[in-house]
């Protein structure tokens, strides 16, 4: 009775999670490789939002994606490309990593929150309501900050979710 309980369960949890909306957190949109996936979902319309990284974490972009690009170069591809999803309709909210135990104090976090949001209002001509964290880890100084920049968080649960590096793999 008991496993069949734990059976029930584990399909309940499988079939919410089937039917929630798919969104996106676009971190190597700059890679032409994986932005040519990105144009395919984004032309299906398979993707409910694109939680987008700013180029405010260029240097989780040299070690994670071991960019050649600098900064300047950066900004500018993505945001060329960040504009196409726009032309078609996509929606964009902010993605930003900070560090894997936020090993960070709250003057540091709320600028580079304030400077990616202010980068996509600039550049992109769109104010982001929603926030994802990278890796999902935030703190309590997280939630304060946006708070102050009207940023909604959104936790891992409400959607599922995928990498865009993954659509290459
Ligand atoms: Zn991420």
Known sequence: MTYLKYLIGRVR????????????????????????????????????????????????????FNTKYSKKELAKIMKKRYKWLLERNQRLELHVHFNKIMNISYENQEEM???????????????????????????????????????KLIKENKYKAIHDYNLIR
């Open 13 to 64: 949890f499988h079939l919410t999670n089937y039917f929630k909306p798919l969104i996106a957190h676009t971190e190597g949109i700059f890679i032409d490789e994986i932005w040519e996936q990105i144009k395919k979902k984004a032309l299906k319309k398979d993707i409910l939002k694109w939680y987008v990284m700013t180029p405010i974490n260029y240097e989780y972009f040299k070690v994670f």
């Open 113 to 151: 929150i304030k400077n990616a949001k202010d980068w996509m209002m600039k550049e992109l001509g769109v104010k982001p309501k929603e926030f994802i964290s990278g890796w999902w880890v935030y703190n309590k100084d997280t939630i304060e900050i946006l708070r102050k920049n009207n940023l």
